[in-house]
């Protein structure tokens, strides 16, 4: 299990250096690492409304599949569900992180300066 939990650690340390290293023209790390954390709010930050849905509802299927099978019907499967779910969310945040760095992502400041505003 800690070999396991090693693994994780060091896939998510170098996908968010690969993703801080990356972007230095763009700001499109800000939708994957959105992704990333939660599967769906970097395509909905990139406009993309029915991938924005798809991923979550995967995301929170292969929660509430992989801990029902594993709490009912094959007791210990559900040590399967995170890292099935750390696959998506890193598949997520990639397709995330490339929609944006494609349309050129930007985060700024609005002219009144009150909100935020970002443009592709």
Do not use: R
């Not at 798809?54 to 599949?65: E, N, P, Q, R, T």
């Not at 594993?70 to 007791?75: K, V």
Request: aromatic content about 16%.
């Amino acid at each position: 299990m800690k070999k396991v939990l090693v693994l994780g650690c060091v896939i998510v340390g170098m996908v968010l250096v690969s993703f801080s290293s990356l972007a230095a023209s763009s700001e499109a790390w800000i939708p994957g690492l959105a992704s990333f954390v939660l599967p769906g709010l970097g395509q909905l930050l990139n406009d993309e409304m029915d991938k924005a849905i798809l991923h979550f509802v995967v995301g929170v299927g292969i929660s509430a599949v992989g801990f029902g099978i594993g709490w009912y019907i094959l007791p210990g499967a559900w040590y399967l569900t995170p890292a099935l779910y750390l696959g998506w969310s890193i598949y997520s945040g990639y397709d995330a992180y490339t929609v944006a760095k494609k349309h050129n992502f930007q985060l700024g400041l609005v002219d009144n300066g009150v909100g935020f505003s970002y443009s592709f």
